[in-house]
C-alpha cells in the first residue's frame, strides 16, 4: 500500500495498541460529567470496531473493507490539531482517546458510519442522511473519516464563528460542491431528513412535507429567484434570521 501523506502513513504495532499514541499521555481531562457525556454522544457517532454477527459477503466491497480494517491512520501532533481546531491540549486527549477506543484503526469508513449513525433513528430510514454527514466531515473525499477530519468538523459546528458554523451547514447542503445548493439538492437533503424521522411522528407529517419545506427555504433564501442559493445568500438570509441565529448559539454549550 502506497503511503500518500503523513495522515495516512501506516503506524506501528505500538501505536496501534496506544502505546505509543501520539495524543493518549498521562493528563487530567476537563472536569463535569455533563461535557464528558456530550462527548461520549458524539463519538458514539463515529465508532470503527463494531462486529456484525452475520456479515454479508460483497464481492466489491472484500478489498475496500480489509484496506480500512487493517490501516492504522496516523494523526497530526497535538500541535498541529490544535492549530487546525479551536480545542485545547487537553480536551483533544480526551476527544483521541474515546475517538480510538471505538476506532482501533483511527478511521471509520461509510458502511460502519451509516451502521452506527441508524442506531440513533431505528424508527426511519437514516441511510441517505447518514450518507450526506459522512461526505461532509470525509475532507480528502478518500473514503473514510479520520480523527483529524473528525476533529476539524466538530470543531467547525461546536466552537467555530457563526459564519464558520453556517459554512459548514452550506457544504452539508450542497451535495455536489459546486459552490451552489440546488433545489433538487435540498430535495434530496430534506427527503433524507423526512426518511430518518420516520412516518410515526407526532405530530403526523403529510407526504407533501419536505417538498413545502424546500419551497419555504427557496423563498427565503434566494434572494435574486434564479433557482439556486449561492453562499453569499445563504450567509445573509440566515445571519437575518433569528430562529436559526438561536440554534446557532445553542451549539455554544454543547462541549
Avoid at 50 to 58: K, M, S, T
Avoid at 106 to 116: M, Q, R, Y
Avoid at 220 to 239: A, H, P, Y
Amino acid at each position: 500500500m502506497k503511503v500518500k501523506s503523513r495522515d495516512e502513513s501506516l503506524n506501528t504495532t505500538g501505536e496501534c495498541d496506544g502505546s505509543s499514541d501520539l495524543l493518549t499521555g498521562n493528563g487530567n481531562p476537563p472536569s463535569g460529567q455533563r461535557k464528558k457525556n456530550m462527548k461520549q454522544r458524539f463519538l458514539k457517532l463515529l465508532p470503527c470496531c463494531h462486529v456484525d454477527p452475520n456479515p454479508a459477503v460483497r464481492q466489491n466491497s472484500i478489498e475496500e473493507d480489509f484496506e480500512i480494517a487493517t490501516v492504522c491512520y496516523r494523526p497530526d501532533s497535538v500541535d498541529k490539531l490544535m492549530e487546525l481546531t479551536k480545542f485545547t491540549r487537553a480536551e483533544l486527549k480526551v476527544l483521541y482517546r474515546s475517538f480510538k477506543n471505538e476506532c482501533p484503526t483511527g478511521a471509520v469508513n461509510e458502511e460502519t458510519f451509516k451502521l452506527i449513525f441508524s442506531h440513533f433513528f431505528p424508527q426511519g430510514d437514516s441511510s441517505a442522511y447518514a450518507h450526506f454527514l459522512f461526505e461532509a466531515f470525509d475532507r480528502r473525499r478518500n473514503g473514510a473519516v479520520s480523527f483529524e477530519d473528525f476533529v476539524v468538523g466538530l470543531s467547525n459546528i461546536l466552537r467555530g464563528t457563526v459564519t464558520e458554523r453556517l459554512c459548514w451547514a452550506f457544504s452539508l447542503y450542497d451535495l455536489n460542491k459546486d459552490g451552489y445548493i440546488t433545489k433538487e439538492e435540498m430535495n434530496d437533503i430534506m427527503k433524507s431528513i423526512y426518511d430518518m424521522m420516520g412516518k410515526h411522528t407526532h405530530p403526523y407529517m403529510k407526504d407533501s412535507a419536505s417538498t413545502e419545506h424546500v419551497e419555504s427555504f427557496f423563498k427565503k433564501m434566494d434572494r435574486n429567484n434564479d433557482g439556486i442559493v449561492t453562499i453569499e445568500e445563504f450567509l445573509e438570509s440566515c445571519q437575518t434570521d433569528e430562529a436559526i441565529m438561536e440554534s446557532m448559539h445553542m451549539l455554544d454549550h454543547v462541549v
